[in-house]
């Protein structure tokens, strides 16, 4: 074999490792985008599917001339090109390999929680509003959510206490959809909206249906600034949930008398206090009448003077008997509101408990410290 064949040989070979090599980069990041991402369409994958069929074929394709140029070039040469068969040979082989991961790719694309299994159907607690089981999450090296279990009855208001970084938010946020979980269960009203399929989670592809059963309030309010406050809660009835604009309108203004705040109707967001902006950003996620309200922090960003009437609205949901799960480090307040109170720790559900029981009597030592730390400050 001359040098200008062997040469040949070495680019074919080293090309074909290349172009596999970026197909297989690109399959890694179809997967994460299309299963990690939650995408719960993927008839809305056809151009990548098409993609992923085109390019096996342009691949053996683009082999064969190359391979067949490496046949000239051994004819050129006047050398015998038995040791041809060899590079077709592996380029066949190359070829198959990426044909065989389109199809697992396809597969991957395919896998939606059609139906939950009897083994994950029995750790679930069907009277429960949201029960969670066995969440794992992680941010790279970063184990944030460690095999975390706790379920939300009817009415009940549990308080998620414990130290900054603790993962209560990343837990709220994975409840809610707004970060994937990695391995575990989710389920709303009994029924299943993430499990974990071959160790990896699945989600169901009703998770918009899944997404009307709960209401956010966040920290910092979120309303939208160039919206009036009562366009700000009719916005989701109205564009999302397709429901009638006036009688959208009429409960809008009905909740917003019950909340004292009907006289801030056509305001801005801007023209309202920090506590009045946060009422409001409650009284939108009531307008969607979820089963279930999550709050985080919702008077961190306030002084404590508006603390307090933030706090008085979540005191009157709970005493009208609103599912309620509140990220806090308000300890007095989850003392009176709560029925339930869990304390997390470096991504550890610690204790979980009656909240006279957690914060008068615990026997757990880092409870105990936690406190001790808050009623020294
Ligand atoms: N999107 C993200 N990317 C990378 N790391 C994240 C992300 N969100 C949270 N983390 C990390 O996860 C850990 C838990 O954060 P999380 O916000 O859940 O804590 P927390 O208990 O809510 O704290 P705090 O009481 O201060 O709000 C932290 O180490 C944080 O840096
Ligand atoms: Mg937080």
Redesign the pocket.
């Known amino acids: 074999m001359t040098p200008i064949c062997k040469r040949n040989i070495g680019i074919s070979i080293l090309l074909s490792f290349v172009t596999f090599g970026i197909y297989f980069i690109y399959w890694e990041y179809l997967l994460v985008k299309n299963i990690r991402t939650l995408k719960n369409d993927t008839s809305s994958c056809t151009g990548e599917m098409l993609c992923l069929v085109l390019v096996p074929f342009y691949n053996l394709y683009w082999w064969y001339t190359r391979g067949k140029f490496v046949k000239d070039e051994f004819a050129a040469n006047g050398a015998s090109s038995a040791g041809n068969e060899i590079t077709y040979l592996l380029l066949g082989i190359f070829g198959l390999a990426i044909i065989s991961m389109a199809i697992m790719q396809n597969d991957f694309n395919s896998l939606e929680l059609k139906s939950a299994s009897d083994k994950s159907r029995n750790v679930v607690n069907s009277d429960s509003v949201l029960s969670v089981s066995n969440i794992q999450k992680s941010?790279?090296d970063?184990h944030?959510l460690k095999d975390i279990s706790f379920h939300v009855n009817k009415g009940e208001v549990v308080s998620v206490i414990?130290?900054?970084?603790?993962?209560?938010?990343?837990?709220l946020?994975c409840c809610t959809f707004l970060?994937t979980i990695d391995s575990g269960i989710i389920a709303y009203d009994g029924k299943i909206a993430a499990d974990t399929v071959n160790g990896m989670a699945v989600y169901s592809k009703d998770l918009n249906e899944f997404r009307h059963i709960f209401g956010l309030v966040f920290q910092n309010f979120n309303l939208f600034p160039h919206y009036t406050v009562l366009k700000n809660m009719m916005d989701a009835p109205v564009s999302v949930m397709k429901r009638d604009k006036d009688e959208v309108r009429e409960e809008c203004m009905a909740l917003l008398e019950k909340m004292d705040l009907a006289s801030k109707a056509d305001s801005y967001p801007c023209e309202l206090s920090g506590g009045q902006q946060q009422r409001v950003s409650i009284v939108r996620a009531l307008a969607m009448k979820p089963e279930i309200l999550f709050f985080?922090?919702p008077t961190s960003a306030l002084d404590p003077e508006l603390t307090g009437e933030v706090l008085k609205v979540i005191k009157q949901l709970a005493a009208e008997k609103m599912t309620m799960v509140i990220?806090t480090?308000e300890m007095q307040f989850a003392r009176q509101v709560s029925d339930r109170v869990v304390f997390?720790d470096k991504?550890i559900i610690i204790e979980e408990g009656d909240p006279e029981e957690v914060f008068g009597n615990t026997q757990n030592e880092r409870t105990k410290q936690f406190l001790q730390n808050y009623n020294n400050q």
């Open positions: 941010f790279g970063n944030v414990g130290p900054s970084g603790s993962g209560k938010s990343t837990l946020r970060e985080d922090e990220v480090h997390m991504g």
